[in-house]
């Protein structure tokens, strides 16, 4: 009776809408989801042949970048309205427009992580015979990780937020909760639906940090050892620990003979 009272009170917390109402709240956390992922990964597909295309010709970085920049002032509605003659009201109109909305961060750090990796650790993989695409994925890459999920920590809880106005189109996720909510003034449906968007906001950040975590263990070292821990330095074993996995491959053929080497990076 207490549950059925609150519902009939229309009070904020109220555990009979969550009884009642359980299978809704999951088919819009399951859609919100969806949407907030495919958008992320078609986003971070778009934005590596971007990162690429500006380093190899600086003369597109300005094009490029501006481009995702002006995209990402775009008012969401708008964005979706402009989206629609190409898509109707369907769920990709708010997955395409998730996905430009991300560029300008990912294309950003991409490129930012790609730019950082040392010189000296590229002129050594390439003295060891690495090719473009191998010196890109197995060393470039994996250096670039800090910065690259570190963009993709913001484009996700972003996409993650920005789904809700996706209602507009009746593919919102939990934003169509939330904005039927908001129209009949049922407490407990908007608060219930707000707060399982930021539940999904901060465990999207969560699982991305911990990815990061695992991929990176370098930096965890490097943050613990401090500058005196580089890849390169005069140090023990302990350099040995801080450096990512491509970079003792690199840097062990230099305790061979010094000609050699020396000779392939000039």
Known sequence: MSGQSCLRANEWICGEYLRTRSQELLDATAQHVLIALSSVVIGLLAAFPLALLVRRWRGLAGP??????VLYTVPSLAMFALLMPVFGLSASVVVTGLALYSLTVLVRNILAGLDAVPAGTREAA??????????????????????????????????????????????GGLGNLLYAGLDSFFRAQVLTASVICVLLAVLADLLLLGAQRLLTPWTRHIRTAGTSARPGGAGPGGAGLSSPPAVPRAAAPASGPPAAPAAKAG
């Open 64 to 69: 490029v970048l501006g481009l995702t920049t």
């Open 126 to 171: 390439r003295g060891m015979g690495y090719g473009p695409a191998r010196l890109l994925f197995e060393v470039e890459i994996p250096l670039a990780l800090p910065a690259l999920m570190a963009g993709l920590r913001i484009a996700a809880v972003s996409a993650v937020s920005l789904t809700t106005v996706g209602a507009i189109v009746g593919h």
